[in-house]
């Protein structure tokens, strides 16, 4: 058992919820892939803790959805198949220009410097290739749209999609033109929404998901 572990003198987390953390971010950061084993000896090794935490980590990612688990072979990084796929999709369009239609009326001046916040973060994350970080600033920028159409319901829809849509984000190809294309997708969603224009920020956001949607359907084609 290790002696020494890095979050021993954190005092504002408990260790559990921590690995939790860290492993997330070995996953969002493409040091395990869809369909990749969890080595839980391995990641105690290199988080230098005990196997007690990562095997609850473990169990934590499978209840979000992040993870999966096979009777005698252990925990694997979940792995969407293409109808899984189209169907996020289908959802998070209905869900996302509903919030848009209604954030063109509604939306506050708080509202939009959550989404400029959020687009200030994808935008960092493109230019600077952060792979993980920008999973994480996309996610957080089309929450804050959907918060800013005031229905909490189809918030808290998004909230709970936002697992797959991380993986969804895995499965892609790390292509820098992509990352960037899509954090100028963001700010002229954000411009259509300050204008109070429904059509256009509906267009844009359209537009955005369906072809982030078939990226992802062209790459599964031939490898799942």
Do not use: W
Not at 122 to 128: G, I, K, Q, R
Not at 148 to 168: C, D, P, Q, W, Y
């Amino acid at each position: 058992m290790p002696t020494s572990s890095p979050f021993q003198h954190s005092i504002r987390k408990p260790l559990a919820e921590m690995v939790v953390e860290e492993v997330t971010n070995i996953i969002l950061n493409g040091n395990l892939r869809p369909g990749d084993k969890l080595n839980e000896v391995e990641i105690a090794e290199r988080l230098n803790v005990s196997r007690g935490p990562v095997r609850e980590a473990a169990k934590q990612l499978q209840e979000a959805g992040l993870l999966e688990a096979f009777a005698y072979r252990g925990s694997y990084v979940r792995k969407l198949n293409q109808r899984e796929v189209a169907e996020i999709y289908a959802l998070r369009e209905i869900l996302e220009t509903t919030a848009a239609a209604n954030a063109v009326r509604v939306a506050g001046p708080e509202d939009l410097r959550a989404i400029e916040e959020a687009l200030r973060d994808t935008e960092m994350a493109a230019f600077s290739n952060a792979r993980g970080r920008m999973i994480e600033a996309d996610v957080a920028f089309h929450l804050a749209l959907c918060h800013a159409g005031h229905n909490m319901r189809i918030a808290e829809t998004f909230s709970k999609l936002a697992t797959e849509l991380r993986l969804v984000h895995l499965m892609m190809n790390s292509d820098p033109g992509q990352l960037r294309a899509a954090a100028l997708d963001h700010a002229a969603i954000l411009t259509a929404l300050r204008e109070r224009n429904t059509d256009r920020a509906i267009d844009m956001l359209r537009g955005h998901i369906t072809a982030e949607r078939d990226q992802v359907l062209q790459y599964l084609g031939p490898h799942g």
